[in-house]
């Protein structure tokens, strides 16, 4: 969160406050490759689309609540209330298993720190997009001309200033100057996840969103506890064991890779153990007994320890 955004809560007028949200189906159990879907939802009045961080947010009715924590252990369920006059979103959710599983991140911002804008073509846009190997017509939002999967290869995206604006669109651009504009000014973003469509009638359709580790069936945390074990592929990520670096030593002391040591005309060692912990200089019976032990003899101090179990776990609180 932003210091300015912090001295407007507490300041006296802060301004009028503006929810814009991005709706991801990308991550829902029946994935979707288009654009990322922005809306805000038409209140204070403003009723014409919106740009926000070069990204550009539709007027969509679109009721939002249920997102304040009570303080009281319950993690909050929002509802996304959404118009389906048309029963066009009848189709879309449809299509894509309810839209279960997507992913919606809620933004909000003062309304002075949104962005200048051209109106060119019939629509307020931040920026120009170019070289998207997919063709014209381009992104016209700075996240989707900067994302590969959205229109072939990743663009260039350009903001607007008064001069490019004016030029564009056969010199057609209006500019929309925003004296205040800011885009490090933002309120932190919220994440949460379509769970269930709670409603669906020929007006509109409610959804149930949750936090991420609150979808069911998630268990937390998403491994079995036990407390001598560890889980991790030795010497993979997030064991990390590296027989060519942190894990041996070189005659001269200066060097602490196998690389940079034999360079040097040093003689590396790397450091091998067996099954039961003792130390050995053989590189095939190298194995990792997987206990704490086994992760210490490895990594011993200053180093952290990688260990994947849960040693508190053995220890009786009572």
């Given at each position: 969160?932003?210091?300015?955004?912090?001295?407007?809560?507490?300041?006296?007028?802060?301004?009028?406050?503006?929810?814009?949200?991005?709706?991801?189906?990308?991550?829902?159990?029946?994935?979707?490759?288009?654009?990322?879907?922005?809306?805000?939802s038409g209140y204070n009045e403003n009723l014409?689309?919106?740009?926000?961080?070069?990204?550009?947010?539709?007027?969509?009715?679109?009721?939002?609540?249920?997102?304040?924590?009570?303080?009281?252990?319950?993690?909050?369920?929002?509802?996304?209330?959404?118009?389906?006059?048309?029963?066009?979103?009848?189709?879309?959710?449809?299509?894509?298993?309810?839209?279960?599983?997507?992913?919606?991140?809620?933004?909000?911002?003062?309304?002075?720190?949104?962005?200048?804008?051209?109106?060119?073509?019939?629509?307020?846009?931040?920026?120009?997009?170019?070289?998207?190997?997919?063709?014209?017509?381009?992104?016209?939002?700075?996240?989707?001309?900067?994302?590969?999967?959205?229109?072939?290869?990743?663009?260039?995206?350009?903001?607007?200033?008064?001069?490019?604006?004016?030029?564009?669109?056969?010199?057609?651009?209006?500019?929309?100057?925003?004296?205040?504009?800011?885009?490090?000014?933002?309120?932190?973003?919220?994440?949460?996840?379509?769970?269930?469509?709670?409603?669906?009638?020929?007006?509109?359709?409610?959804?149930?969103?949750?936090?991420?580790?609150?979808?069911?069936?998630?268990?937390?945390?998403?491994?079995?506890?036990?407390?001598?074990?560890?889980?991790?592929?030795?010497?993979?990520?997030?064991?990390?064991?590296?027989?060519?670096?942190?894990?041996?030593?070189?005659?001269?002391?200066?060097?602490?890779?196998?690389?940079?040591?034999?360079?040097?005309?040093?003689?590396?060692?790397?450091?091998?153990?067996?099954?039961?912990?003792?130390?050995?200089?053989?590189?095939?019976?190298?194995?990792?007994?997987?206990?704490?032990?086994?992760?210490?003899?490895?990594?011993?101090?200053?180093?952290?320890?990688?260990?994947?179990?849960f040693p508190g776990a053995g220890m009786n609180?009572?």
């Open positions: 969160m932003a210091d300015k955004i912090i001295s407007d809560v507490n300041g006296l007028e802060p301004g009028e406050l503006i929810d814009l949200f991005e709706l991801d189906m990308s991550t829902g159990t029946a994935a979707s490759t288009v654009s990322i879907f922005r809306w805000h014409q689309e919106i740009i926000w961080q070069g990204n550009r947010y539709s007027a969509f009715p679109i009721k939002a609540d249920g997102f304040e924590w009570s303080g009281k252990g319950s993690i909050p369920r929002p509802n996304l209330t959404v118009a389906n006059i048309t029963s066009l979103l009848s189709g879309v959710i449809n299509s894509y298993d309810d839209l279960v599983g997507s992913k919606v991140t809620r933004k909000r911002t003062f309304a002075k720190y949104l962005d200048a804008y051209c109106y060119t073509g019939g629509y307020p846009v931040g920026g120009a997009c170019a070289g998207e190997s997919g063709g014209t017509p381009y992104s016209l939002s700075k996240a989707d001309c900067l994302d590969a999967t959205k229109n072939g290869s990743a663009g260039t995206w350009t903001v607007y200033n008064s001069t490019t604006c004016a030029a564009s669109n056969s010199s057609t651009g209006i500019w929309y100057a925003s004296a205040l504009a800011d885009d490090d000014a933002y309120f932190t973003d919220e994440i949460w996840y379509i769970d269930r469509k709670s409603l669906e009638t020929r007006t509109h359709i409610q959804f149930e969103l949750t936090a991420a580790h609150d979808v069911q069936g998630v268990k937390l945390p998403a491994r079995v506890v036990t407390a001598n074990l560890c889980p991790w592929t030795y010497k993979g990520v997030e064991c990390g064991y590296d027989t060519t670096g942190s894990g041996g030593s070189c005659t001269n002391t200066a060097y602490t890779t196998q690389s940079t040591c034999e360079a040097a005309g040093g003689t590396w060692t790397p450091r091998y153990f067996k099954i039961d912990n003792t130390s050995t200089s053989t590189a095939s019976e190298d194995k990792c007994a997987k206990n704490f032990r086994a992760c210490e003899l490895r990594f011993p101090e200053p180093q952290e320890l990688p260990f994947g179990g609180m009572g």
